[in-house]
């Protein structure tokens, strides 16, 4: 296992040098003065560091120094301390020496390899760890400062230090086998230049690293004779050893839970922190008192690691030396693949292959997987996209995900305006105002669902915004006008509330599962359905779900794109939206009595995370408290002054289990729960495994319990049946369960599906206990995750009355029916779909991304219609924590990247005036789109600049194409919370008239700037500006009033030099948010801004000045006044001297053309270029496949064929002609 440990500074890395890292004392088993360290590194070859570790280099090394000539090689701050205002004092960090990077052996190999005696173990870990280090530093990153993403170098310098023995606890220092490497902060770039390390990718490639380590001991150790089998971790270790032996020799790793569940922290970085506060001050121990103590050990345990040794030497002497072989390289690939992508659309690199050699443990080489997923990705199985600007590795999707998305949109721009409404527009808003209590935004909504033209319309609506009655009125609506409605949703729960609008509703799956034959695929019946949570479909649900429809079928897809998405790979929901689905919205949000508390829910539901928590705070809704075992005790102490109408919300099983345990404890000293409790044997879903996992024997564990949703007649596995796994052979992957009628079956797991896993576990229930249901049960009507409260227990039965409006009762037996748990807290996945008066939320900010988010923030405190209260171990940075935005990847968001030299040539060929050539050269890269349809090639490239942002500009000629993209843009970005704060400000249009000394063509209140006034005869001086207060056109005269104050009339006609001199500027209002890219319409010396120049918006005052930072960096202020003259900045009118990374030039054919001179004034620097064309009049025919979404130059992705539309050659795609 790989641990990287918090940046060590130069101070800290000298003094463990001299300690820890050289110290006898950590090496009982290899006797000598001090541990002697190795090099290893690219970087540390290059500078001529080879062999042991000397005292010196380190040293250098440690304050940023080159090891041999001193030279600074990265620049060192010393630590000083600066004595602030108020009399504080503020310590700065000195320099960064490096990070250590501790590779643990398992137990097992540790006590093998020094107190069986095994060198070959030990020299196995060191080539293991060579191999892995190898590997981490091929993700080594160089800082480059600013805003600019880290450069991969692929070079480090590590010094390495092998141990032998753990820090003593009570006297005892047990075998461990370990290597520190120092990883130092210093790297090269391609032009010899060095820099210091970005350490993310370090952390990023922890997991991976770990794979590559435990692969390669694995494989070793078995060519070795030794038989390895998974641990408590899924770590390997070796077979022969008792857990009571391993236990015992592990008194340290003990010691550090022992600290975790004293001060209630949990997570890498609490155990780090635990780590060293447990540490015992340093004992002197003779090499002969600590390996008496191991043997003494070893005996009392029965000689565990000489028997194990024993054995493996006499295997060794009959086992062949394994040949390569790529059948398990291939299948481990496989299996990666199919995990991963389960999941995600897209995965980095690193945790496909991490996934792989943890398939392939022991059986496939680190090499001959690395070279399995070259040959793959080379076949065309993963397909290589840009990751986000700040990825540290490549990232994969496969075609399988490209097409379904791409599918999914295409459903959705082959829908727009094909149905006929319906409801007519009178009937439809009839229908929006037959019930008095429907506020504006519900009536919109329902008005726009009714009278819509498209197949497909999207519903987005926060929480609590009433979408049950909404629902309930589209649904009188439509079978006023003979259409049969029926709902789906992804989870049972969904399902039940549309049930409550009255709506026939079931879940997705059950839908997909219906035949040809089901009354519903009747292409007579007009059907209106509606899909409601889809937020938590996934992108092959959703794509199974419109490819079973009928054409004349309408689909109402419901969802928040804000709250939690779903398990598997995907978000369609948000992705037909981006891509122009008609959308209505409900935003007014009801649920909130409390004034206060809604002013918070509202922040959240726009993505203001920081400000809605900061507000809860201010409201004194947040509660710090450090120790996680005392936080866990408050809350529920607070639960137990109210319990009616509240629920508990904790983002994990394992808080959320502690919490209940707590909660019951807290009501049953209270007298509030009765005394007639019993004990039940549940089944908890393991919700980590996927498909892929279910068909790899090593992924399950003696004593789970299987359910087989369709069983096997060949294995005589009933349907529904249940079975408990009696042993696992990994090696051959087998499973011996036993099944009900106490008969045992031995089955390869890959031929079986629909196996669902639960691992036993025993609750305590008593009449008044809270209980929730965690599978669906059509028998007894429970849909997963329903809440009740205990009314009765008799004997193994349990009556139970649920939650609801209809407080519907339930007896089940509980011996039959074991998926339920206590319900007191729920996980912030369960609680989405409910309403509480009140809120109680656990955050425990040291917990992973992947709990603590934007989504859990909004999704909890929204559940609350009266009182909301949070629980944290850190309230300073909750706000910063729940910030966090973990939203899944869809494939189309990414790109193939581009071959930047190709684009380089490209470019020179626009700047030479030669665009055949340039046309040519991004066709063979796959840059030039062909569209039939305009609004298709629009909403395609508002998709490919939403995938990359940054520093991204569109070309488009037209001014209706701009504001057509500007619109789609900012709707996306709006959805992905990348703009916030929205408001309308006044802007300045330049006006273009046919004829400026007509007085009929201006108004009042246009803003007229004189290049050349008439300061003697109407007091207009040069330069100046003007405002129209009045127009009289029967004597075409214009009456303005100058800055000063002073009026004017005069005759534009008679003054024509004056009037031919001039721009005049109308007010229009925008709409204008934090993260707006915009663009100066006039230039401002002040700033050295040109006209056309772009920024973003970063802040908006109260009397809309404005906070940008302009594209180079440098950031300034606007005055009211000079930001009136700003546009939108996501497109521009022409490609002329546009500075940007990534250029989108798009048009129909004879607007391209026109762009030819513009063209020749590409920048030079543009890494990204290319085309999206269409022409209504020059017979294109058939429409490709939708081209935003080509991600690779393969044909492959449009269905084999290369795109259709004029050559270059003969047209030139409009260009040069």
Known sequence: ?????????????????????????????????????????????????????SPSEFHRLSEGMHPQTEEQMVKHRLAQEYTNEDGTTTKAVEHRAGWDATFSAPKSVSLTA????????????????????????????????????????????????????ARPVDGYAAPQLHTHAVIFNVTERADGSTRALQERAFFESQQYATAVYQSALTYQLRNLGYEIEAGKSGAPEIKGYSREYLDASSPRSQQIKDQL????????????????????????????????????????????????????????????????????????????????????????????????????????TYGEIRSEFDRRREAGDFRSVQGEKYSSGRSFTTPETIAAERANVRHVLDGRNTVTPIMGAEQAREQANARDFLNDSQRKAIEEILNSSDRIHGLQGLAGTGKTTTLEVIR??????????????????????????????????????????????????????????????????????????????????????????????????????????????????????????????????????????????????????TNGQERINAIAKDYATRPENTIIVSPDNKSRQLINEAVRG??????????????????????????????WAARYNVGEVLQYTTGSKAEGIGRDSFATVRSVDARANSLTVELENGSSVTYDPRRLRGVNVFRETEREFATGDRIQFTVPNKDLGLANRDLGTVLGLEDEKMTVRLDGKAERTVTFDAAEYRQFDHGYAVTSHSSQGLTAGRVIANIDTESSNSLINTRLAYVAISRASEDARIYTNNAETLGERLATDISKTAALDFREPSSSEQTRLAVEAFRNNDPATATELLQQQGRIYEYANPDHRLAAVALDYGAQPDRTVIVAADPADRHELTQLIRDDLHAQGRLTESRSVSVLVEQEFGNPRLAANYSPGDEIHYKKGNPEEH????????????????????????????????????????????????????????????????????????????????????????????????????????????????????????????????????????????????????????IYISDRTNGIGKEPELSNVELSNDSSLSNGSEPSGPSIEREGYGIGF
Do not use: C
Request: negative net charge; aromatic residues 4%.
């Open 261 to 364: 569940e004293k001060t209630g922290h949990s997570g890498p970085e609490a155990a780090q922190i635990a780590a060293h506060s447990t540490r015992d001050r340093k004992q002197t121990l003779t090499p002969e008192e600590v390996l008496t103590a191991h043997k003494d050990m070893a005996s009392d345990f029965g000689n565990q690691p000489q028997k194990v040794v024993a054995a493996a030497r006499e295997r060794a002497e009959q086992q062949e030396l394994r040949q390569e072989n790529s059948t398990q390289a291939k299948e481990a690939i496989t299996f990666a693949r199919e995990s991963i992508f389960e999941r995600e659309a897209v995965a980095d690199e690193r945790a496909i292959l991490r996934d792989a050699l943890r398939r392939g443990m022991g059986e496939a």
């Open 1 to 53: 296992m790989l641990t990287i440990s918090k940046a060590l500074s130069s101070s800290q890395a000298q003094s463990y040098h001299k300690l820890e890292f050289t110290s006898d004392a950590q090496n009982y088993y290899k006797q000598g003065d001090t541990v002697k360290g190795e090099w290893q590194g690219k970087l540390a070859a290059s500078l001529g560091l080879s062999g042991e570790v």
């Open 666 to 695: 807290e009501l049953l000293q209270q007298g509030t729960l009765a005394d007639d409790g019993q004990k039940f044997s549940t089944l908890a879903h393991r919700s980590d495994m996927t498909g892929a996992d279910r068909t």
């Open 1019 to 1170: 007091g207009i001086i040069h330069n100046s500006t003007a405002t129209v207060i009045a127009v009289d056109i029967s004597k075409n005269l214009l009456t303005v009033e100058t800055r000063s104050g002073e009026q004017a009339s005069y005759n534009p006609a008679l003054l024509k030099q004056q009037t031919g001199q001039s721009t005049v500027y109308r007010a229009e209002e925008r709409d204008l948010a934090v993260g707006d890219r915009i663009q100066f319409t006039v230039p401002d010396r002040e700033n050295r801004i040109h006209s056309g120049d772009l920024a973003t918006v970063e802040r908006i005052g109260e009397d809309n000045a404005l906070s940008v930072r302009l594209d180079n960096g440098k950031d300034i202020e606007l005055s009211p006044e000079k930001a009136r003259h700003i546009e939108h900045g996501y497109s521009v009118e022409t490609a002329k001297y546009v500075s940007a990374d990534r250029v989108l030039i798009t048009g129909e054919s004879s607007q391209l053309a026109e762009q030819q001179v513009a063209l020749t004034k590409l920048n030079p620097n543009i890494h990204d270029l290319a």
């Open 476 to 625: 009188e609506g439509a079978e006023k006008n003979s259409y049969t409605v029926e709902g789906f949703a992804p989870s049972s729960k969904a399902a039940g509330q549309l049930r409550e609008a009255g709506i026939d509703a079931n879940t997705l799956q059950s839908f997909l599962a219906r035949g040809e034959n089901h009354p519903s695929a009747n292409p007579e019946i007009k059907h209106l359905y509606l899909l409601d949570e889809s937020s938590l479909a996934s992108t092959r649900q959703m794509l199974a779900f419109l490819d079973k429809l009928n054409p004349d079928d309408r689909v109402l897809v419901i969802g928040d794109t804000r709250q939690h998405q779903g398990v598997d790979a995907g978000r369609p929901f948000q992705q037909m939206q981006e891509a122009g689905m008609q959308t209505s919205h409900l935003d007014n949000i009801m649920r909130q009595k409390d004034a206060e508390l809604l002013k918070a829910v509202q922040h959240l539901a726009n993505n203001e995370t920081e400000k809605g928590i900061a507000m809860l705070a201010e409201q004194g809704r947040v509660s710090e408290i």
């Open 114 to 165: 020094l107190v069986g005696g095994d060198e070959r173990v030990r020299d196995a870990h060191r080539a293991a760890v060579a191999t892995a280090l190898d590997e981490l530093e091929r993700y080594t990153h160089a800082r480059i400062g600013g805003n600019n993403p880290a450069e991969e170098t692929g070079k480090f310098i590590a010094a390495k230090f092998e141990h032998d023995t």
